[in-house]
C-alpha cells in the first residue's frame, strides 16, 4: 500500500507537487497518469525518499521509504528512462545489485529470464538500446521480489511487442497481490493497462477513480446521423434539448441524446434516416481535454490562471475506496 497525504514539493517559485492525497492499494495496477510536466516523477521520487517533500507526507506500507526494515525487498522502482551506462554484463550488473542486497545469484537467473534478457545478458548493457535498458531495470526492480512496484514510464522505449509484454508482466504482478503504481503520459496505454486511475494536471489530483468510471464519465457520447433531411431534423433535436453539430451535408453529431430516442423524433416527424450510430469521443482527445489546462509547456495555457485541475472534473475517490485492500 502506498499511501500520499497532502503532498507538496515546492522548487523556488515552481510548485511541481500541490497537495497531492492519494492511496495505491494492492492487487491492482494503478496508473498514474498527466500530462508531460505535471509532477509525477517529483511524487515517485517523493515516494521512494529521493525528494524531501516541502510539506505532506509519503509513505509505504504505513512508513517513510527510509524507516523500511528492508527497503529493496519490499519496493522494486523504475525510475529513469535510460540505458545503464556500466561496461558490466547486464548479468554482472544485476549480480553485482544482488549482493549488495543479499539477494541469490538464482534470483539473477530469475529475473533475467522473466524479462526476456537471456539472450543478451552476457552483452555490455552499455550498449543496450532504450527498450534493452527498460528490461532490464525491470529486472533490477524486481530482483527484491517486492510487494511493491513504482515504475516511472515503463513502456518508454519499448517497440509494440514489449509494450505488451510490461502491461502484461504488471497486471500477473498485481494479481500476485502486489502493489504496482505505473506512471504515464500515454492515456490509451494506461486505459488498458491499469484498472485504477490517479490522474493529475499541474501537481494537482484531477481524478482517483476506476478506469472503467473515468473512461466513461471523460468521453464524449454522441449519436452520429445521416440525413437528406439534416436540416429540418436538427430543429426537431435542438427544440427537444439535443445539442447538435452539423458534420457536413446530410450528416449530423447529436450531443446529450440517446440514439433511440433521436429515431423516434426522426419518425414522429417523418423524415428519413440513412445512418443513426452511437459513437463515443476518443479518450485520448478526453484526456487532453481534461488536462487542457494543466499541461505545463502548452502555450495557450494561461500560467497565471487558475488551474482547471482545482475542479475535479471526475470526482475523487470517497474513503470507502480508499480503505479497500485486496
Ligand atoms: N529538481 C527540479 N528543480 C526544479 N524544477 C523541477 C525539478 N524537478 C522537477 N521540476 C519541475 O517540476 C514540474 C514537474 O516535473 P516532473 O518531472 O515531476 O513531471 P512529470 O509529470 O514526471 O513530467 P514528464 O512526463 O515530462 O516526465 C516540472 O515543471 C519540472 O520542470
Request: charged share 25%.
Amino acid at each position: 500500500m502506498i499511501e500520499a497525504k497532502n503532498l507538496t514539493k515546492r522548487y523556488g517559485d515552481k510548485v511541481a507537487v500541490d497537495d497531492l492525497s492519494f492511496t495505491v492499494v494492492p492487487g491492482r495496477v494503478t496508473g498514474f497518469l498527466g500530462p508531460n510536466g505535471a509532477g509525477k516523477s517529483t511524487t515517485m521520487r517523493l515516494l521512494l525518499g529521493l525528494d524531501k517533500p516541502t510539506r505532506g507526507d509519503a509513505r509505504i506500507h504505513g512508513v517513510h521509504y527510509r524507516d523500511l526494515p528492508s527497503p529493496l525487498r519490499t519496493v522494486g522502482a523504475l525510475l529513469e528512462a535510460k540505458a545503464v551506462h556500466t561496461g558490466r554484463s547486464a548479468y554482472n550488473h544485476l549480480l553485482v545489485l544482488a549482493q549488495t542486497q543479499g539477494i541469490d545469484r538464482k534470483r539473477v537467473d530469475e529475473v533475467v529470464e522473466l524479462v526476456g534478457l537471456t539472450g543478451v545478458a552476457r552483452k555490455r548493457a552499455g550498449g543496450f538500446s532504450l527498450g534493452m535498458g527498460q528490461r532490464l531495470g525491470i529486472a533490477a526492480a524486481l530482483l527484491g521480489d517486492p510487494q511493491v512496484l513504482i515504475l516511472d514510464e515503463p513502456v518508454n522505449g519499448l517497440d509494440p511487442e514489449g509494450i505488451v509484454w510490461i502491461r502484461t508482466l504488471m497486471q500477473r504482478l498485481a494479481s500476485e497481490g502486489r502493489t504496482v503504481f505505473v506512471s504515464s503520459h500515454l492515456m490509451n496505454e494506461m486505459a488498458v493497462t491499469a484498472e485504477h486511475l490517479i490522474v493529475i494536471g499541474r501537481g494537482r489530483l484531477i481524478a482517483d477513480c476506476s478506469t472503467e468510471e473515468f473512461v466513461e464519465r471523460s468521453t464524449e457520447k454522441a449519436v452520429t446521423v445521416r440525413s437528406p433531411d439534416a436540416a429540418r431534423l436538427s430543429e426537431v433535436l435542438a427544440a427537444e434539448g439535443a445539442k447538435i453539430r452539423p458534420d457536413g451535408d446530410a450528416l449530423l453529431t447529436v450531443i446529450d441524446m440517446e440514439a433511440p430516442r433521436v429515431g423516434e423524433l426522426a419518425a414522429a416527424e417523418g423524415l428519413v434516416l440513412h445512418e443513426l450510430t452511437p459513437t463515443r469521443g476518443s479518450l485520448e482527445s478526453a484526456f487532453m481535454e481534461l488536462t487542457r489546462d494543466s499541461v505545463e509547456y502548452d502555450a495557450a495555457a494561461a500560467p497565471a490562471a487558475a488551474p482547471a485541475a482545482a475542479q475535479p472534473a471526475v470526482q475523487p475517490a470517497g474513503p470507502a475506496e480508499k480503505g479497500e485492500a485486496r
